[in-house]
């Protein structure tokens, strides 16, 4: 069972930048998918990235703010977030898989791993 800890919320302004991370508990992460989930109060958890293998991808409310990368060695996947929007607004998830290529990396249902989840909150 692999263990997913997410880090590096809070609350920031309109603007400003964060780095999230999420450490795996895998011995060989260099095969793993990950992603980055979010949820905000009301909505439905929604795809914010992906890193696989061959490819990243983005959703098109962060695409070129949102930066996601991965240490193999540290088995740690990071979320840099820049410009800020108070719509960024929700606690983000950390999700991951051994599949090194996903067919649907956007979909939530194909990550096997999940982390607890931690709160942005940008303010106005």
Not at 2 to 23: D, I, K, N, T, Y
Not at 95 to 106: K, N
Not at 118 to 124: A, D, E, L, N, P
């Amino acid at each position: 069972q692999v263990q997913l800890a997410e880090s590096g919320g809070g609350l920031v302004q309109a603007g400003g930048s964060l780095r999230l991370s999420c450490v795996a508990s895998a011995r060989s992460f260099t095969w793993f998918s990950a992603g980055w989930f979010r949820q905000a109060p009301g909505k439905e958890r929604e795809f914010v990235a992906a890193i696989t293998w061959s490819s990243t991808h983005y959703a098109d409310s962060v695409k070129g703010r949102f930066t996601i990368s991965k240490d193999n060695a540290k088995s740690t996947v990071y979320l840099q977030m820049n410009s800020l929007k108070s719509e960024d607004t929700a606690v983000y998830y950390c999700a991951a898989d051994e599949t090194p290529i996903l067919a649907s990396p956007r979909d939530d249902h194909v990550y096997k791993y999940w982390g607890q989840g931690t709160q942005v909150t940008v303010s106005s």
